[in-house]
């Protein structure tokens, strides 16, 4: 009883907090739709005129924003699941870009309410200053401006980049310019039918159009076009790190930061993404077998229902499955194309010896399994979290039979349960096992692998380990008393999010946001997190050491730790860590 009120009460705080924030943003929504100031800047891009607002940073400068500008056709009708197209024009000659516009189409997962629109492919930009009449860009005129290009999180199924949640206020006070990035979500994102020009991946390639908006159109903002860094975090970090190593990608961006989220396996890619698509037509009404006839019958679904219905690709196996269980994810695709993002696994891409070049910071928080605690106690009865640890082995290793799986699944349940069965008590022992399979085992594969495969790429590993008062997905998820940083719980020391109140100047909240970002700041204007950050973070930060290709003996991860004083540390969770490390070397033979 202790324990439901220790996480009902700030669940209710959490919520309340929300609600009020939602209301702000929505009347501030309005006021700017309707009743802008009248002095408005106006910038001229390849497509058109924008007109947006200028408005105050927390320190008081001026800033300018544009919300709402369209970076490729709406992917409606005949384009909806295809590669994104181009916008050559806007409808109008000069847009009004005072709002957001919609996001893009999405199932809320809590309420179960489909919102949003099928045509909101929309970023929108942040610069504390524009270029000034006259006045040339470059060495001997007006210095232009690092550019971040961030990518939400949300499972590649929800989210948007608006600023209720993502207001870059603080980075722009550094002197760099923010732009978030609207993309499709679910199966209009990720569906996959190639023989019928359906490579999947159309999520991803509309991150990569925008990314090409901004190159070509970033300075007309102040922005360097030659100065881009590509920053997400969850499904926005994997996507980050997909693009890194795509070579369509990676000529538009010059640094890449990822939280919560790298790829080192297909292992947490779309499994059986063919027949998936098939059953989702089939519920549909669709009875043959052809991938171009699955499609039309896709085409012509109403956006709300394939929306709300999407759980239906899973076939019979529906309504076993949590409904925050998230099915359209990316896939590699079959064939190179202008638009490919990935056509060979991750881990054959990573271990192609001095293909990366472009500097990378990531890392993630030490309890973000909080998260998969809250869906398995939202869905799952005791019977099934007992068998927790067989279904994330046959999850993780695929290819193994019977007997090999139930050896997996002995180590795992001996390893974290003292060969226990867990229950749903087993509190801190999930948390452990959620944050190393969902995050840490791959962020220490990824380090391990650049360390030996990627000489000339500097790479930058941190962990973020303070347990705040604003962790809000914690407290949404029922899990305040658990202790460690909850997944998201970084976002809420970076951005200003609407729902927040504003940090006291000396509280640990204010160090801590201070710290991220100074450091994310440096790390996108020299490619060095310590080269312009240390009047704030007086450590040092090392990039993570090289070894050679023989061995992983001599491999140490030296790791950021980011808290209100950041200290540097050497093989955090090394226990952890060197478990997965022998399952792996066990049974994956030569995955490492």
Not at 91 to 108: M, T, V
Not at 118 to 138: I, M
Not at 150 to 170: D, N, V
Request: hydrophobic share 40%; net charge positive.
């Amino acid at each position: 009883m202790v324990e439901l009120m220790d996480n009902w009460w700030p669940f209710v705080l959490a919520v309340g907090r929300l609600g009020r924030g939602v209301i702000a943003f929505l009347l501030h929504h309005l006021r700017m739709r309707w009743f802008p100031p009248r002095d408005c800047p106006l910038v001229s891009v390849r497509q058109g005129q924008l007109r947006g607002i200028t408005s105050r940073l927390p320190n008081g400068a001026r800033y300018h924003y544009f919300k709402g500008v369209p970076y490729a056709e709406a992917p409606v009708g005949r384009l909806r699941f295809k590669a994104p197209v181009a916008l050559e024009r806007f409808r109008k000659p000069l847009l009004n870009c005072y709002a957001e516009r919609s996001d893009f189409i999405q199932l809320d997962f809590f309420s179960g309410f489909v919102f949003g629109s099928e045509s909101g492919l929309y970023l929108n930009v942040y610069t504390p200053q524009l270029p000034q009449a006259g006045v040339e860009d470059g060495p001997i005129g007006r210095e232009t401006l690092p550019v971040m290009v961030f990518l939400h999180g949300g499972g590649f199924a929800c989210g948007s980049g608006s600023s209720l949640f993502y207001s870059p206020e603080y980075f722009l006070e550094r002197g760099v310019l923010v732009v978030t990035v609207n993309y499709r979500l679910g199966p209009f994102g990720f569906l996959y039918l190639p023989e019928a020009d359906v490579e999947g991946n159309a999520g991803l390639k509309d991150q990569l159009m925008a990314l090409r908006w901004v190159h070509e159109n970033i300075a007309s903002f102040g922005g360097d076009p030659h100065n881009v860094t590509l920053f997400g975090e969850s499904a926005g970090s994997f996507s980050t790190y997909l693009h890194m190593l795509s070579p369509n990608s990676r000529k538009y961006f010059h640094r890449v930061i990822c939280q919560s989220g790298v790829v080192c396996s297909s292992s947490f890619m779309q499994a059986n993404p063919l027949e998936m698509a098939f059953n989702l037509a089939r519920h549909f009404g669709y009875s043959g077998t052809s991938q171009q006839g699955a499609l039309e019958t896709l085409q012509q679904v109403p956006a709300k229902q394939l929306a709300q219905q999407q759980r239906k690709a899973l076939g019979q196996h529906a309504e076993k499955q949590s409904d925050l269980v998230f099915i359209f994810l990316p896939v590699v695709e079959q064939h190179l194309t202008e638009h490919s993002i990935i056509t060979k696994p991750p881990e054959e891409l990573l271990k192609s010896y001095d293909t990366l070049r472009t500097p990378l910071l990531e890392g993630c928080n030490d309890a973000e399994g909080i998260l998969g605690l809250y869906i398995l106690r939202r869905k799952t009865r005791g019977e099934d979290i007992r068998h927790l640890p067989g279904r994330l082995a046959s999850k993780l290793f695929r290819h193994l039979d019977t007997a090999e799986l139930a050896e997996v699944t002995h180590k795992i349940r001996k390893f974290y349960f003292a060969n226990d069965p867990p229950s749903a008590w087993s509190t801190d022992q999930i948390k452990h096992l959620l944050t190393d399979v969902i995050f840490m085992m791959d962020s220490a594969i990824n380090a391990e692998w650049l360390a030996k495969y990627q000489p000339n790429l500097r790479h930058y590993h941190y962990r973020f380990t303070y347990d705040g008062r604003y962790s809000l997905l914690k407290r949404l998820f029922l899990s305040a008393s658990v202790s460690g940083a909850c997944h998201g719980d970084d976002l809420m020391y970076m951005f200003k999010p609407k729902f927040l109140p504003t940090f006291a100047p000396a509280s640990d909240e204010c160090r801590v946001r201070d710290n991220f970002v100074a450091l994310w700041t440096s790390f996108a204007r020299h490619g060095d997190p310590s080269a312009g950050s240390r009047e704030v973070v007086a450590v040092p930060w090392r990039p993570v050491g090289k070894i050679s290709r023989e061995g992983s003996s001599d491999f140490r991860l030296d790791c950021l730790e980011i808290n209100v004083q950041p200290a540097m540390v050497s093989d955090p969770c090394r226990e952890r860590a060197y478990f997965w490390r022998d399952l792996l070397e066990a049974h994956r033979k030569g995955h490492l």
